[in-house]
C-alpha cells in the first residue's frame, strides 16, 4: 500500500480534466481575449518552424525582437511544443493546465519535505495549484510560467538548509533559471522575495546553527547566481532591451483591504467569466481564493499546536510579506524595488498575494494532518472552530452582496457545506472515534468541489476556429500580398461592445467578441498574419507608444480633421484604419461603416523602403511638430537625427529606385540606384542590432521620422544589406554554458563527497 501512495499527485491530472474537460477531451482553447502571450507564441512558432531563432518579428509593430522582449519564452523548455507544429493557440491552453498541475505537485512535494502525509500534502497542493491566484491569471501564460516553480524553489532551498547538501541549492539553481526563462518579469520579484524571506527565517529561527545557517545562505546565494547564469541567454538581451526601451509601467498600485474578501469568494464583486466584474482592482492580481476550506483550516493551523508542519515561522512570515506587499503604498515600491536590474518592470503588487495563498494552502495541510493525532481534544477543537466560523460566515451575509453571500450562490454554498462537514468531522473525531484517511479524504473532495466550482466561473473557453479563421478586416489583406499594416485608433478600440447584461463566455456565443477583434487592436492583430503599426507589447520602444498620442490627436471623432495623421500612417505602410465613423479625406475609403466605428482602406502607403525627395536634420521628442505639420508628406521628407543640416541638404532622392532583393526577419538585401546621394527609409522600427552593409562596406543606421531608421546611400549602383544580430545573445550564451559547467562540477562534486562519505562509514 506504501508504494500505492504516490499515485495521489493523479490527483492534480484528474482534477485539471473535471474541470476543464473542453480544453482536454474536446479540443477547444482557454478564451482570453487580452492574452499577450498569443502573438509572441505565433513568432515564436513561426520561426522555429522555420529552423531558425526568432530574434526579430516585423509583424509586431513596427517590427520588435522577440526573443529580446522575453514575452516569447523562447529558451523555456515548454517553446519545444511550438517546433512541433502544434498550434500556437492550442499550445498556449496546453502550457497554461500543464503549470497549474506543476503548481501543485510543486507544492505537494513541499508539503511532504515539511512532514505532511500523503493525503494532506495532496490538500495543499490541490488548494495552490488550482487556486484563484493561478486560475486566474490563465490570460497571462508567461506569469503561470514564472511562479509555477515557487513551491519547487522553496522545496529545493529549505532541503538544502535542512540537510546541508549543495546539490539541493543546485537544483534550486535550476528552478529559479527555469522561472526566469518562462518570460516574466512581474514572476521574477515573487521567487526573490520568497528566498529572501527564507534567508531571514534561517537567520532568526533559534534552532539553527550558525555554521548550518552560514552554510544555508550562502547555498541560497549560490543558488541566485547560478540560476541568473544559467537564463543569461534570456535575460541579457532582455536586460539590454529594457535599458534601450524603457519599459511602460504605471506607476504600481496596490491592493484595497477590501480585495481581501476575494479569500472568502473569488467572484464577490462579480465573474470575469461572465463579464460582470466590477472590482476596483484587476481580477487576477486581487483573487486570492483557494477555497474556502483551505482559508478557515489555514487559518486554525496558525495555532492549532497539533499541526506537524515544520517551519510555520517561515510560513507565517512568507504569508505576512505577501499581505503587506500586496497593499504597499507605491512609494515603497519606487524607493526599493525599482532599483535591482528587472524591478522597474514589476507593476502589480498585487501578485504577491500569492505568497500568502501558498502559505495558507501548507498550513491547511498541516491542519489536515493534525486530524491523524487529533483525539477527543482535537476533534472537540475542530467542530467549536467551525461552528464559529458558520455563525461568522451568515453574519457576512448582511450588508455586504445579496447575490454573492446566499444559499443560491454556489461558491458561498459550498464554502457553509465545507465547514459543516469540518463540523461533523470534528464531531465524529470527538464522540466516534472516525479515523484520520476518511476524514481528510472527505476533506480533499469537499475542496475539490470550492475550486472546481471557481475555476468554472473564472475561466471559459472557445472553439479553435475562433483563432484559426480570419476575421473579416484581416481579410482584406489576405485579397492580396501586397505589403500593408492595419493601425487601430485607441480611441476606439478602448470602447467595450459587450452589452452589460450580455450572459458571458460560458453561454457559447462569442458573436460580440468576434465583432470587437473586427478592430484589430494591438495583440490582436498579429494573430490573424496582419502587421500591425502599434501593439502592446511591454518591451515595444516608448517611442512607438508615443506614436499612438500623436495619431489619435487627429483621428478619434475629427471629420475631415484628419490630414496629417493619415500621412503618417502612410508613411507606417498602414493599408486599413479602424476609426471613428464619419472621416472624410481622398485619402480614405469606408470598408465597412458601424455606429460606433469604421474600417476605411488607405490609399498611398508606403512599402517596406523608399527615397524621400528630400531629408530634414533632427525631430522634436514629442513627435508632432514635424509629422503632423499640415504640408508633411513622407515620400516628399524624412526626418532624420544623427545628421547636420548641411549633411542633409546634399541629400537628394528625386532620381533614385530601390528594388528589393530578399526580405525575412533574419535580414533584407536591396538594390538602390541614385543620380545623386540619397537617403534610404526602412519601414521597419529602429533597433541597435539591426548590422547595415552597402556595398560591402559596413553603414550607419539613423533613426528616421522618429520611430523608422535608414542609411546614406552613395550616387551609383549600390547593394544594401541589412542582417539582424543580438551581441548580448552571443554574451548571454557563453555565460550559460559557463553557469551550466559549474553547476554540473557541483553536482558531480556533490556527488562524489556522498560517496566517499557512505565507503568510509563503517
Not at 500534502?121 to 515557487?150: E, P, T
Not at 547560478?226 to 504600481?252: C, F, I, K, M
Not at 487576477?284 to 517551519?311: D, I, K, M, N
Request: proline share 6%; glycine share 12%; hydrophobic share 50%.
Amino acid at each position: 500500500m506504501r508504494i500505492l501512495r504516490p499515485a495521489l499527485l493523479l490527483v492534480f491530472l484528474a482534477f485539471a480534466l473535471v474541470a476543464f474537460p473542453e480544453v482536454i477531451l474536446a479540443g477547444r482553447v482557454l478564451f482570453a481575449p487580452g492574452a499577450e502571450a498569443l502573438p509572441w507564441l505565433k513568432a515564436s512558432q513561426d520561426a522555429l518552424t522555420a529552423g531558425r531563432l526568432p530574434l526579430w518579428s516585423s509583424g509586431i509593430a513596427l517590427g520588435c525582437p522577440v526573443l529580446a522582449a522575453g514575452q516569447a519564452g523562447v529558451f523555456y523548455p515548454g517553446s519545444a511544443l511550438l517546433a512541433l507544429g502544434i498550434s500556437y493557440y492550442h499550445v498556449y491552453s496546453i502550457m497554461v493546465l500543464a503549470h497549474l498541475v506543476l503548481a501543485a505537485l510543486g507544492t505537494a512535494l513541499l508539503g511532504r519535505r515539511q512532514g505532511l502525509g500523503w493525503l494532506a500534502a495532496v490538500f495543499a497542493g490541490l488548494a495552490w495549484g488550482f487556486s484563484g491566484c493561478l486560475v486566474s491569471k490563465v490570460a497571462d501564460l508567461l506569469f503561470l510560467q514564472g511562479v509555477a516553480w515557487l513551491p519547487l524553489l522553496l522545496w529545493c532551498g529549505l532541503s538544502g538548509a535542512e540537510s546541508g547538501r549543495w546539490a539541493w541549492f543546485g537544483g534550486a539553481a535550476l528552478v529559479l533559471a527555469a522561472s526566469f526563462l518562462g518570460g516574466s518579469a512581474e514572476a521574477a520579484p515573487c521567487s526573490l522575495v520568497a528566498l529572501a524571506g527564507l534567508v531571514v527565517y534561517l537567520v532568526a529561527a533559534p534552532p539553527w546553527s550558525g555554521r548550518r545557517v552560514g552554510r544555508a545562505v550562502v547555498g541560497v546565494g549560490l543558488a541566485v547566481a547560478l540560476g541568473v547564469g544559467l537564463a543569461a541567454v534570456q535575460l541579457l538581451p532582455t536586460y539590454a532591451l529594457s535599458s534601450a526601451a524603457p519599459a511602460r509601467v504605471p506607476e504600481a498600485a496596490p491592493l484595497r483591504p477590501a480585495d481581501l474578501a476575494l479569500f472568502v469568494h473569488p467572484l464577490l464583486f462579480g465573474s470575469p467569466g461572465e463579464n460582470d466584474y466590477r472590482g476596483a482592482s484587476d481580477f487576477s492580481e486581487a483573487c486570492g481564493y483557494v477555497g474556502g476550506l483551505t482559508l478557515f483550516l489555514g487559518l486554525l493551523g496558525l495555532g492549532w499546536r497539533r499541526a506537524p508542519l515544520r517551519h510555520r515561522g517561515l510560513w507565517i512570515l512568507l504569508g505576512l510579506l505577501g499581505v503587506g506587499l500586496a497593499l504597499a503604498s507605491p512609494a515603497f515600491f519606487s524607493d526599493y524595488l525599482a532599483r535591482p536590474p528587472g524591478f522597474d518592470l514589476f507593476a502589480a503588487p498585487g501578485h504577491f498575494l500569492l505568497l500568502t495563498a501558498l502559505s495558507l494552502s501548507l498550513l491547511a495541510g498541516g491542519a489536515v494532518q493534525a486530524l491523524a493525532g487529533a483525539g477527543r481534544r482535537g476533534g472537540m477543537t475542530l467542530a467549536l472552530a467551525a461552528a464559529v466560523a458558520l455563525v461568522l460566515a451568515a453574519a457576512a451575509t448582511y450588508g455586504l452582496p445579496a447575490e454573492r453571500l446566499s444559499l443560491t450562490d454556489p461558491i458561498w454554498a459550498a464554502g457553509g457545506g465545507g465547514l459543516l462537514l469540518c463540523g461533523l468531522l470534528g464531531v465524529g473525531i470527538w464522540r466516534l472515534g472516525l479515523g484520520y484517511r476518511p476524514a481528510a479524504a472527505l476533506l480533499l473532495l469537499a475542496l475539490g468541489g470550492q475550486l472546481y466550482l471557481s475555476a468554472r466561473g473564472m475561466t471559459a473557453t472557445a472553439p479553435a476556429s475562433y483563432f484559426a479563421d480570419s476575421p473579416a478586416a484581416a481579410q482584406f489583406f489576405h485579397r492580396d500580398a501586397t505589403w500593408g499594416r492595419a493601425y487601430s485608433d485607441p480611441a476606439v478600440t478602448r470602447q467595450s461592445f459587450l452589452t452589460p447584461d450580455y450572459p458571458g463566455y460560458l453561454s457559447g456565443d462569442l458573436t460580440p467578441y468576434r465583432e470587437a477583434r473586427e478592430l484589430l487592436p494591438g495583440n490582436q492583430a498579429w494573430l490573424y498574419d496582419v502587421p500591425a503599426a502599434a501593439g502592446s507589447a511591454t518591451l515595444l520602444p516608448e517611442r512607438q507608444v508615443r506614436l499612438d498620442e500623436a495619431l489619435s490627436w487627429g483621428l478619434a471623432g475629427r471629420p475631415g480633421g484628419a490630414e496629417a495623421p493619415l500621412q503618417v500612417l502612410r508613411m507606417l505602410g498602414v493599408r486599413m484604419l479602424v476609426a471613428a465613423p464619419g472621416l472624410h479625406s481622398p485619402w480614405l475609403m469606408a470598408l465597412r461603416e458601424r455606429p460606433t466605428y469604421s474600417v476605411y482602406e488607405l490609399h498611398g502607403a508606403l512599402p517596406r523602403a523608399w527615397f524621400p525627395q528630400q531629408v530634414r536634420a533632427g525631430l522634436e521628442r514629442s513627435a508632432g511638430a514635424g509629422l503632423r505639420a499640415a504640408e508633411f508628406r513622407p515620400e516628399a521628407t524624412a526626418w532624420v537625427e544623427g545628421l547636420t543640416a548641411a549633411q542633409a541638404a546634399r541629400l537628394q532622392g528625386e532620381e533614385a529606385l530601390a528594388r528589393p532583393g530578399g526580405y525575412d526577419d533574419e535580414g533584407q538585401s536591396w538594390e538602390v540606384s541614385s543620380a545623386h546621394p540619397a537617403f534610404l527609409v526602412f519601414n521597419m522600427a529602429y533597433n541597435p542590432h539591426w548590422q547595415a552593409t552597402v556595398r560591402g562596406q559596413p553603414a550607419r543606421l539613423l533613426r528616421a521620422n522618429y520611430v523608422q531608421c535608414g542609411l546614406v546611400v552613395p550616387a551609383g549602383s549600390s547593394a544594401v544589406r541589412l542582417r539582424y544580430g543580438d551581441e548580448e545573445l552571443d554574451q548571454g550564451r557563453r555565460l550559460t554554458q559557463v553557469s551550466g559547467a559549474l553547476l554540473l562540477l557541483l553536482l558531480l562534486g556533490t556527488a562524489a563527497g556522498a560517496r566517499r562519505a557512505r565507503i568510509q562509514r563503517p
